[in-house]
């Protein structure tokens, strides 16, 4: 027989994001929010030997609804035009070395076909020694052929963007229903041919229930992916549903699947990512501290002391037609990077404290420490929920200049700049 609960079950959703999560989370929001660009010439490319490399291939088919990124409806004539800018411009770049990793985001990447993308990656070889070469992938676009084809040029992981298996969920945001259905089979080819997996998934879509959540990452479990992604619905200025429910539903969900998750064999290796085995695959953490190069329109580069963005597509293809480099660049501000580098602590689940923080950091960590938040160097349950809404606030806050004026000292000049060269 069942034994009585002794205490009532908590309330989903009820639990209370403490003052100093709050406070942290406004802190770093503050000195992000102080970085602001200027759209000019791009500084001299000035990169170590050592570098990430991402490339951002802009064209989607239909844009989703919850999706902030940067991107265009695809068009062939764009599309070609776009092919050759990106070659010249990783040729004419200068810039060479140690590729830690290679990452092609979107946009959706594999509107490319996979000769386009090996075209790109050929060039990239005569620069970079390539680590891992990995894509972010939209599944309903997915053939086995193609996932041959890509790891015969040399794609050692992949990311599918998966999102939700409820039709009411994909159906609201825009995509096509029919693609999440073949997921075990594309991640068992994928799996078969070396590849190694990632899925995303979202917490927090319009239409979507905590019980479908759960659903999901339950049937996510069966297919067995390498790793599994599960973000919380991020509100960055482009996206058009609200959530369906709050930061702290959201976070109570993702520890919920947490457990379902270590039941089937994932081990924890950051905030929102679960995996087998020590790989993990995540760019955008390495783009909290580590200096990468960005091609294509609206990617980032971090270099010497500047930060850098591409413009979007059309002021980028003209740039590159007629030999220019004009850009979104800002200095490097010495005290976001060290937030930058904190957050990037606790989003991998520690605390260790590193000699390059300044003093003030150490500090901070040790009043976590004494307010239970970690132990020993490691996050206790009330840090977790501090990482989770910190780590959202941080990235909801990055300044992306394009189509976010209070970013941009000269966004006027910059508009004037674009409807000349469209
Ligand atoms: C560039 S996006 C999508 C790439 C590709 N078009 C696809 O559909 O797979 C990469 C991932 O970011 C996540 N993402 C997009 N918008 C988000 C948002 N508003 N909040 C949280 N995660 C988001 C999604 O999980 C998505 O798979």
């Given at each position: 027989m069942k034994e009585p609960a002794t205490e009532p079950a908590p309330q989903r959703g009820k639990g209370t994001v403490s003052m100093i999560t709050k406070r942290s989370a406004l802190m770093m929001r503050r000195s992000f929010e102080k970085q602001t660009y200027r759209f000019t010439q791009a500084p001299p490319a000035q990169f170590g030997n050592f570098l990430g490399v991402y490339l951002h291939?802009?064209?989607?088919?239909r844009m989703c609804s919850f999706c902030p990124f940067y991107k265009e409806l695809f068009s062939e004539e764009l599309k070609n035009r776009y092919l050759t800018a990106i070659l010249k411009e990783i040729d004419d770049s200068g810039i060479h070395g140690q590729a830690k990793w290679v990452y092609f985001g979107g946009?959706?990447?594999?509107?490319?076909s996979v000769k386009e993308l090996a075209g790109i990656v050929d060039h990239l070889r005569v620069k970079f020694n390539i680590g891992s070469l990995g894509i972010e992938l939209?599944?309903?676009?997915?053939?086995d052929c193609y996932l041959r084809d890509l790891r015969r040029i040399g794609f050692t992981k992949i990311s599918l963007g998966?999102?939700?298996?409820s039709g009411e969920v994909i159906g609201k945001t825009g995509r096509?229903?029919?693609?999440?259905?073949?997921i075990d089979e594309l991640v068992e080819t994928a799996a078969s041919l070396g590849l190694w997996v990632n899925v995303d998934m979202m917490v927090?879509?319009?239409?979507?229930s905590a019980e479908s959540f759960i659903d999901d990452i339950h049937e996510l479990t069966a297919t067995r992916p390498s790793q599994i992604t599960i973000y919380p619905y991020m509100v960055i200025q482009g996206v058009k549903d609200t959530p369906s429910m709050s930061d702290q539903e959201q976070f109570e969900l993702i520890e919920q699947a947490a457990g379902i998750l270590k039941q089937a064999g994932y081990a924890r290796k950051g905030v929102w990512i679960f995996a087998q085995g020590d790989d993990v695959y995540d760019s955008s953490r390495d783009e909290l501290t580590q200096d990468y190069v960005g091609f294509g329109p609206a990617a980032f580069s971090t270099c010497g002391n500047w930060k850098v963005v591409n413009p979007e597509l059309g002021i980028y293809l003209s740039n590159l037609e007629h030999n220019r480099r004009l850009a979104f660049v800002a200095p490097k501000a010495p005290a976001a990077d060290e937030w930058r580098g904190f957050a990037r602590m606790i989003y991998d689940l520690?605390?260790?404290?590193?000699?390059?923080?300044p003093f003030y950091i150490r500090v901070f960590l040790l009043l976590l420490k004494a307010t239970g938040y970690s132990r020993g160097n490691n996050l206790t349950p009330k840090g977790l929920m501090f990482a989770h809404h910190v780590t959202k606030s941080v990235v909801e806050s990055l300044p992306f200049p394009i189509q976010n004026p209070?970013?941009?000292?000269n966004y006027q000049e910059y508009l004037t700049y674009k409807q000349k060269s469209n």
């Open positions: 291939v802009p064209f989607c088919y946009g959706t990447p594999n509107t490319l939209l599944p309903s676009l997915l053939t998966v999102e939700s298996f096509k229903l029919s693609a999440c259905r073949f927090g879509l319009a239409n979507q520690h605390t260790k404290p590193d000699h390059r923080f209070a970013a941009v000292e």
